[in-house]
């Protein structure tokens, strides 16, 4: 079965420094990743999705996520946090059994940024 | 192009009540999913819908809980009776396939007393 594990429930950096955020899955096939970003009182919106091709994805507002399959993560990054940034982050693995489409989200990490 | 559309936005009720929410999905998207999303938690798919067909509602509490797809557009979610466990957000997402991506509606914040 697919799963995804964030390895930090709470990130807090200044504005202008790096952000990681962790990410570890699990499949047993050939996974669809993804990002969401979910800010408050407003529905999740899609950052970036790894399916196969480059493992380095660029997504929307600076992010990049990196495809390691050896280590079987995807950590999301960006260079220069903005106040902006601050919200959760969902790491998500597509369910390729069945071909249904599935989401399975993680647990997120909130992303705090210090002015 | 308009987003998807879920009301209410807040439902406060007491344990034992029902309650059922509303989504208009992105016209055009075949596939409609209902999650709940857990205070501190991720959203967990409850059922998945493509066109007024169930897909996978293997999640789905069905003694309390259920939904529907009327006409392959519009659908409602209903909780009869609430527990106070299924104190949540109730997010409502579309495709176009199964295959694409899943956008997603604001929610609704549901508080069981």
């Known amino acids: 079965a697919q799963s995804v594990t964030q390895l930090d429930s709470h990130v807090s950096v200044s504005e202008g420094t790096p952000v990681l955020l962790r990410c570890n899955y699990s499949?047993?096939?050939?996974?669809?990743l993804f990002w969401y970003v979910q800010h408050p009182n407003k529905g999740l919106q899609l950052l970036l999705k790894?399916?196969?091709?480059?493992?380095l994805v660029k997504g929307i507002n600076g992010f990049e996520a990196e495809f390691k399959k050896s280590e079987t993560s995807f950590h999301l990054t960006k260079p220069s946090a903005h106040m902006s940034d601050a919200a959760e982050y969902f790491c998500v693995v597509s369910e390729e059994y069945g071909n249904t489409g599935k989401l399975i989200f993680g647990q997120g990490t909130t992303l705090q940024v210090k002015p | 192009e308009a987003g998807v559309a879920q009301s209410p936005r807040y439902k406060i009720i007491e344990k034992r009540q029902s309650v059922a929410f509303w989504c208009n999905p992105i016209s055009g998207h075949a596939t409609l999913y209902w999650y709940q999303q857990i205070l501190g938690q991720g959203p967990k798919l409850l059922i998945q819908f493509q066109n007024n067909g169930v897909v996978d509602d293997s999640q789905l509490p069905k003694d309390r809980f259920s939904a529907e797809r009327l006409k392959g557009v519009d659908s409602t979610l209903k909780i009869q009776p609430a527990k106070l466990e299924d104190s949540a957000v109730y997010l409502c997402?579309?495709?176009?396939?199964?295959?694409?991506?899943?956008?997603f509606g604001p929610g609704t914040r549901l508080t069981v007393l």
């Open positions: 997402a579309s495709s176009r396939t199964d295959y694409n991506e899943q956008f």
């Open positions: 499949s047993s096939y050939s996974p669809s």
């Open positions: 790894y399916t196969s091709a480059a493992t």
